[in-house]
Nanobody, 124 residues
Framework: QVQLVESGGGLVQPGGSLRLSCAVS????????MGWFRQAPGKEREFVAA????????YYKDSVKGRFTISRDNAKNTVSLQMNSLKPEDTAVYYC?????????????????WGQGTQVTVSS
């Protein structure tokens, strides 16, 4: 049974930090690209960050470059998203996703499995 379980969301003030984690089970994690997407109210789901199965290549949405860092631990079957210098426009539900590919896909259609999401709210 495939499971992706996100954690680490919450309420944070502008300029603050959060670390999201996604624990994975039910498939061979080290063979999958992993990504983070987000969806704000009334908006479409959008790509945030992703990395290759080895973690050697990482890709980011332009607006989060330099503030967010994606990483993975293939021994622990986890992927994380460190978010610094958070802004109100980062407020959204954040989803972890897994894609059975070796090349990162920034389109959500390129992912096979999804978590339930975790809410991130940036507000003073």
């Amino acid at each position: 049974q495939v499971q992706l379980v996100e954690s680490g969301g919450g309420l944070v003030q502008p300029g603050g930090s959060l670390r999201l984690s996604c624990a994975v089970s039910g498939f061979i994690f080290s063979r999958f690209c992993m990504g983070w997407f987000r969806q704000a109210p009334g908006k479409e789901r959008e790509f945030v960050a992703a990395l290759t199965p080895s973690g050697g290549m990482k890709y980011y949405k332009d607006s989060v470059k330099g503030r967010f860092t994606i990483s993975r631990d293939n021994a622990k079957n986890t992927v994380s998203l460190q978010m610094n210098s958070l802004k109100p426009e980062d407020t959204a539900v954040y989803y972890c996703a897994a894609g059975a590919r070796v090349i990162v896909e920034m389109n959500s259609r390129g992912y096979d499995y999804w978590g339930q999401g975790t809410q991130v709210t940036v507000s003073s």
